[in-house]
């Protein structure tokens, strides 16, 4: 059976007219999909009934399952998705106040061996499909519909488990089904994909013309330290990583944000600090610092808020604009892949 979740409106445009169908039966699909979330084709009343029954027979729409749901003191809800072939994946809704937000997962596992990370526990199984990209979103939008019949997820990160630009075409499709307003309707400056650093694929993703929100996890001023502890610097290092965000900054017309995890004596010294200022000088980025997320089976802590407010003090002072991230549901395994880790040992 072939799903249509996965497919975009114009990659739906040309399958229905590879199958004899008009064009415009594409956006017909998507209105009920999307717009009025309806996944029973006998209730598509403006699709002739031929064609709902070739619907029935050849096509479906299914989203990944809850296996299992954590809802933390602050509202924050973690699922445990199972995806068709039981491979599982990690979804959370987070509750700012200006809006419902999701973070979704790119991958089963990841490969990127980044070492503060608990998604990297588990190597990396497979890319998700579109369907099971865009089914994350549907899924918490069936919860938040049961809180408030109007209630919708409104802003989307890319900052699950897995590396958005290790499934690129994929990602990309996703993105569009979230955009369009047919499909979710989501604004592109509410949608943030977030890379540890894949340069072609920056450059890629600078030429799509998309406004679409782009975070890169940089978390080291100098490729010695960077080298440590994220494994793709040894493929991109900072030169080449710089030079693809100038050309990203110029090309798209949008600046980057730079994620920097402080590690407690590795990377949230004033010296640090300082490089990180010179590093960035020249882009038009921000800093978002991010406190460590503690994970059990790694050994790096947290940084002291003392270090954590001088490192945002030195960059402020020297003019680069920098936030430290909010946190949500430290009760319920809130670091990346923690709660799939936990599971998967549970199962083995
Ligand atoms: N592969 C992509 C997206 C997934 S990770 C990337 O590297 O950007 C999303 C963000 O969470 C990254 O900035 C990542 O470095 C960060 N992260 C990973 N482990 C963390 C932890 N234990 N605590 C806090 N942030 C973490």
Redesign the pocket.
């Given at each position: 059976m072939n799903n249509l979740y996965n497919y975009s409106l114009s990659k739906l445009e040309d399958h229905m007219l590879s199958i004899g169908q008009k064009k415009y039966r594409a956006t017909q699909l998507f209105k009920w999909i999307y717009e009025k979330r309806v996944d029973d084709f006998d209730l598509m009343s403006d699709i002739s009934l031929k064609f709902r029954e070739d619907l029935k027979n050849n096509y479906c729409l299914i989203k990944p399952k809850i296996y299992t749901k954590q809802i933390s003191s602050d509202g924050t809800i973690k699922l445990l998705l199972e995806l068709e072939d039981g491979n599982k994946i990690e979804t959370v809704l987070m509750r700012y106040n200006y809006g419902n937000v999701a973070c979704v997962s790119s991958e089963v596992g990841?490969n990127?061996g980044?070492a503060?990370?608990?998604?990297g526990l588990l190597k990396k199984k497979r890319e998700l499909t579109v369907s099971e990209l865009i089914g994350q979103i549907l899924v918490l939008d069936d919860l938040l519909k049961l809180e408030d019949e109007s209630k919708r997820v409104t802003h989307v990160v890319?900052?699950?488990?897995?590396?958005?630009f290790d499934n690129y075409d994929n990602v990309l499709d996703f993105i569009r089904i979230l955009n369009h307003p047919h499909g979710l309707a989501i604004g592109a400056r509410h949608i943030t994909v977030?890379?540890?650093g894949i340069v072609p694929r920056i450059y890629d993703y600078a030429k799509e013309g998309l406004q679409i929100n782009l975070?890169i996890?940089l978390?080291a001023p100098n490729d010695a330290l960077r080298n440590r502890i994220m494994a793709i610097n040894h493929t991109y290092p900072l030169d080449e990583l710089m030079k693809a965000v100038k050309y990203y900054e110029k090309e798209a017309n949008r600046r980057v944000t730079f994620?920097y995890?402080l590690l407690k004596d590795i990377n949230d010294t004033p010296e640090c600090a300082k490089e990180l200022v010179k590093l960035i000088k020249g882009t038009l980025a921000y800093v978002n610092l991010?406190?460590?997320?503690?994970?059990k089976e790694l050994k790096f802590a947290r940084s002291s808020e003392t270090n954590v407010h001088r490192f945002l003090d030195i960059l402020m002072k020297n003019g680069v604009t920098a936030t430290i991230r909010k946190e949500f549901g430290t009760d319920i395994d809130a670091?990346?892949g923690q709660l799939r880790a936990k599971n998967e040992k549970h199962e083995l």
């Amino acid at each position: 059976m072939n799903n249509l979740y996965n497919y975009s409106l114009s990659k739906l445009e040309d399958h229905m007219l590879s199958i004899g169908q008009k064009k415009y039966r594409a956006t017909q699909l998507f209105k009920w999909i999307y717009e009025k979330r309806v996944d029973d084709f006998d209730l598509m009343s403006d699709i002739s009934l031929k064609f709902r029954e070739d619907l029935k027979n050849n096509y479906c729409l299914i989203k990944p399952k809850i296996y299992t749901k954590q809802i933390s003191s602050d509202g924050t809800i973690k699922l445990l998705l199972e995806l068709e072939d039981g491979n599982k994946i990690e979804t959370v809704l987070m509750r700012y106040n200006y809006g419902n937000v999701a973070c979704v997962s790119s991958e089963v596992g990841c490969n990127m061996g980044c070492a503060f990370c608990a998604s990297g526990l588990l190597k990396k199984k497979r890319e998700l499909t579109v369907s099971e990209l865009i089914g994350q979103i549907l899924v918490l939008d069936d919860l938040l519909k049961l809180e408030d019949e109007s209630k919708r997820v409104t802003h989307v990160v890319v900052m699950g488990t897995g590396e958005p630009f290790d499934n690129y075409d994929n990602v990309l499709d996703f993105i569009r089904i979230l955009n369009h307003p047919h499909g979710l309707a989501i604004g592109a400056r509410h949608i943030t994909v977030s890379t540890c650093g894949i340069v072609p694929r920056i450059y890629d993703y600078a030429k799509e013309g998309l406004q679409i929100n782009l975070a890169i996890s940089l978390h080291a001023p100098n490729d010695a330290l960077r080298n440590r502890i994220m494994a793709i610097n040894h493929t991109y290092p900072l030169d080449e990583l710089m030079k693809a965000v100038k050309y990203y900054e110029k090309e798209a017309n949008r600046r980057v944000t730079f994620e920097y995890i402080l590690l407690k004596d590795i990377n949230d010294t004033p010296e640090c600090a300082k490089e990180l200022v010179k590093l960035i000088k020249g882009t038009l980025a921000y800093v978002n610092l991010i406190p460590f997320n503690p994970v059990k089976e790694l050994k790096f802590a947290r940084s002291s808020e003392t270090n954590v407010h001088r490192f945002l003090d030195i960059l402020m002072k020297n003019g680069v604009t920098a936030t430290i991230r909010k946190e949500f549901g430290t009760d319920i395994d809130a670091a990346c892949g923690q709660l799939r880790a936990k599971n998967e040992k549970h199962e083995l």
